[in-house]
Every structure is written in C-alpha cells, then in structure tokens.
C-alpha cells in the first residue's frame, strides 16, 4: 500500500462547477500538507500550503485537513477551462526537509 | 527574480551512456531537491542538500545516480550506466532554509533512454 493514495481520475466536469479533489493518506506522523497544480510538460506549481489540521482560503481554492480521518481536499470553486491540469497531492513529516511524499496526481479537464 | 532553471529541456540517450542534468536554483534558496517523475506517477524523491552537502539521499535507487553542489548553489544529477528503465522526467526544487519552507519546482529535464 502507497503512503499516499490519490485517484488518477481523469476527472471532467463543466465550467462553473465546484470540484472536489481528495487524498488519504496512512503515516500519521505527516505535519505538513501541499496541493500542486500541474500543466502538462510543466513543472508542478504550488497551490495550497497547510500546516496540520484545519482549512485554507485562497481565492477559489479551499484545502481542508483532517489528520483524524488522515485525509485532505482540494476544493475549487466556479471551475475555469484554465484550472484543467493534473492536481498533487504533497505531504511531508516535521523533521525530514524537503522529502515530500506525493500521490499519483488527479487529471482534470474542466469543460467550457 | 528567475524560477528554477533546468538544462537541458530534454536528454536523449543511449543505453550505457552517462549523462548529467543541471539545476540551477532560486537564487537565495539554500535547500536544494531532486525528483524523479515517471509517466501518470506523482514525483518520487531522490536527494536533498542542505548547502554544499547531501542531508539526505535516500531516495537515490542505486550507485549509478550520484548528485553534487559543490558551491551550494548550482547541482548537477550524474547517472552512469543508464538503462531504459532511466527513462522519466527529472524535477529539481529548491527553499529557503526551516523545515516550513515550501519547494519551488523547475520544469524538469525529459530523460529518454533508448
């Protein structure tokens, strides 16, 4: 079993949609959690940071923790044709600098 | 200033050959990574520095990746022997220094092992 588990997808929905993108994870001794955003032939570009439990805003972008169920969402509101692009999930332990543990990454195509 | 600067773009290559991929980093930016990035996978890690020394190196598969920064700055990823199995994108990343600091990634070199 991975440490990390991320449904590849391919994930499509329509413009304007509210999409949810998820992660488990198994090692409860990860603190720090990241969502990427991937284009194709691109390197992966950092979204979302959080450090333990609870939610972030940005924009139109939420990530939420829950270390007790050991799962984290992306959320992203009123989809753009822009947001298509594969989506990371990162995570890493307080005391291993910069080893993260990515999952497989979700395609997601969102449709105008 | 500039992002993570990554030479070449793409490497073609064949079995047995050597190869070195370059990182150039953020400038500022004393933490250093590499990552391997095989097709439909996520990025896997392959080594860490700290300065001019590798913290951890882990993540490398066997003795035929070497990595150095010899000034802390600028890296170069050696691999000898290459086999087609080589064949992914390599990504290089670089931080501040705290174990908080978010990685910045370069756009990767394509690896083809023929």
């Known amino acids: 079993q991975k440490e990390v588990e991320q449904d590849p997808g391919p994930l499509s929905v329509p413009e304007g949609a509210i999409v949810s993108l998820n992660c488990t994870y198994s090692n409860s001794a990860f603190q720090y959690f990241m969502w990427y955003r991937q284009y194709s032939r691109k390197g992966p570009e950092l979204l979302m940071y959080t450090y333990s439990s609870g939610n972030k805003e940005d924009g139109r972008f939420t990530a939420q923790v829950d270390k007790s169920s050991k799962y984290i969402s992306l959320f992203i509101r009123d989809s753009q044709p822009s947001d298509s692009a594969t989506y990371l999930c990162a995570m890493k332990k307080g005391n291993q600098g910069g080893k993260l543990i990515f999952g497989q990454g979700t395609e997601l195509s969102v449709k105008p | ?114």
């Open chain 2, 1 to 114: 200033g500039a992002g993570v600067s990554q030479t070449p773009s793409n490497k073609v290559t064949e079995k047995g050959k050597y190869v070195e991929l370059r990182c150039d980093p953020i400038s500022g930016h004393t933490a250093l990574y590499w990552y391997r990035q095989s097709l439909g996978q996520g990025p896997e890690f392959l080594i860490y520095f700290q300065g001019t020394g590798a913290a951890d190196d882990s993540g490398l598969p066997n003795d035929r990746f070497f990595a150095v920064r010899p000034e802390g700055s600028v890296s170069t990823l050696k691999i000898q022997r290459t086999e087609r199995g080589d064949s992914a994108v390599y990504l290089c990343a670089s931080s501040l220094a705290g174990l908080g600091s978010p990685l910045h990634f370069g756009n990767g070199t394509r690896l083809t092992v023929t």
